[in-house]
């Protein structure tokens, strides 16, 4: 699919995976602490996902009683592996601020926790470049829900009003192209997922292998 970039107004952004290049630091986090919890390795543990939740939200899943401890326990160490192993994907600034030069609105969308949210951010972009900043547990339900969506365009298009040549969500992941479609928006993949998946190429969604060729097709307009 060929997105009309003449109309686009606002493009929000998923953050892990499509943003911030961290799975390495997800993977090393959550492995660390099943291997504390004597738990199978990621490789097995990551087959009890609900595919409908967020990383965060599945702690349950994978931890089942004891994951409030989990969890806490994975944000103590993802927060220090953050300084030395988060990076941001090649061009993705560059296509970012090409979008903001051309009148469009930026906006973060994430199911992340504001907590390591806001650690990355700063280190990767300029915050100002985003006009929005939603993080996980902020809207109603989280993505795939369109509630996301709605709450992230509060005040700026009612649901009825988002259409997917004004509105794109761009993300890496079957959650973030859900999304979108509940929600009426253009969805954009980008990147590879962070879990095994294969969705089909729907002639529905743009697909792109990365922000080079997102970058390739600002310029072609």
Not at 150 to 161: D, N
Request: hydrophobic residues 45%; proline residues 8%; charged residues 25%.
């Amino acid at each position: 699919m060929q997105p009309d970039l003449s109309k686009v107004k606002y493009v929000l952004f998923d953050w892990d995976g499509t943003l911030s290049d961290n799975r390495a630091i997800v993977l090393k986090a959550v492995s660390q602490v099943l291997a504390e919890h004597g738990l199978p390795s990621w490789a097995e543990i990551k087959n009890k996902r609900n595919p409908q939740l967020s990383l965060w939200d599945n702690f349950a899943n994978f931890f089942g009683v004891g994951w409030p401890a989990a969890y806490e326990r994975y944000i103590e160490i993802y927060k220090k592996l953050i300084p030395s192993m988060v990076k941001a994907f090649p061009q993705a600034e560059k296509v970012l601020q090409r979008l903001k030069d051309d009148g469009v609105v930026l906006m973060i969308m994430t199911n992340k926790d504001p907590r390591l949210l806001e650690v990355e951010l700063p280190l990767l972009y300029n915050p100002a470049l985003f006009a929005r900043i939603v993080p996980g547990h902020e809207a109603p339900r989280d993505k795939p829900w369109p509630d996301h969506i709605y709450y992230t365009l509060r005040g700026l298009l009612t649901p009825a009003e988002i259409n997917p040549q004004d509105v794109w969500m761009v993300g890496d992941s079957d959650q973030d192209s859900d999304c979108a479609f509940a929600a009426h928006a253009l969805p954009v993949r980008i990147n590879a997922p962070l879990f095994d998946e294969a969705a089909p190429h729907s002639a529905d969604i743009v697909w792109l292998h990365d922000f080079t060729e997102f970058d390739n097709l600002l310029a072609k307009n």
